[in-house]
């Protein structure tokens, strides 16, 4: 029993040794902006709700916290809608653009590496342009639920997401 033990201790510590090596690779500008594009603007929401644990242990460097949709009095849930999957994934693109220009906007980096501290800018990835292109995304993801609603419901849904984006559009940044 011992031995055995051992073993598979051993065993799995190796395996876990090698994972982590293959899951660190060195910064790649393209490669980044590309997963993001992917995540953001062309998976579907529903994709996205389920990979999104699988893509968080493969991608460890992206920022993949939310507050799930910080609508005070409001939330993500309601009897006509529940928005929460539509809300992670704009909090992912408005985050990890900035990620982006925070590690590969600077005028000192070469490929392979990243940004110093405080030598970054956002503008190359994170602006006016991407915050409406995330929005706009935002507003399709809840738009797309809506329609799997009871009729009923759905002109209630409509009027939400609707709500949710003009606030989004408002108060968002750049």
């Known amino acids: 029993m011992g031995i055995a033990h051992f ?8 395996l876990t040794a090698l994972s982590s090596l293959s899951t660190t690779t060195p910064p ?12 953001v603007f062309q998976t579907p929401i529903r994709e996205f709700d389920r990979s999104r644990f699988m893509w968080r242990r493969q991608h460890r460097w992206f920022d993949w916290s939310t507050d799930g949709c910080s609508a ?8 006509s809608f529940n928005f929460v999957a539509a809300c ?8 990890n653009l900035k990620l982006l220009d925070q590690r590969y906007n600077c005028g000192d980096t070469q490929p392979g ?4 501290v ?24 809840m738009l797309e639920y ?11 849904c409509e009027a939400w997401a609707f709500a949710y984006f003009k606030s989004v559009r408002a108060i968002g940044g750049p």
């Not at 073993?7 to 190796?14: E, F, G, H, R």
């Not at 790649?28 to 995540?39: H, L, P, Q, T, Y």
């Open 28 to 39: 790649d500008v393209n490669r980044d902006v590309a997963f993001v594009e992917s995540v």
């Open 7 to 14: 073993s598979l201790v051993a065993v799995s510590s190796v």
């Open 146 to 156: 809506c329609s799997s609603r009871r009729r009923s419901f759905r002109v209630r």
């Open 72 to 79: 005070p009095l409001v939330g993500g849930e309601g009897r």
């Open 113 to 116: 590496r990243v940004c110093s």
């Open 118 to 141: 405080s030598s970054w800018t956002y503008g190359r990835f994170w602006n006016s342009t991407q915050r409406q292109r995330v929005d706009e995304q935002f507003n399709h993801d």
């Open 88 to 95: 992670r994934r704009h909090d992912f693109g408005y985050r």
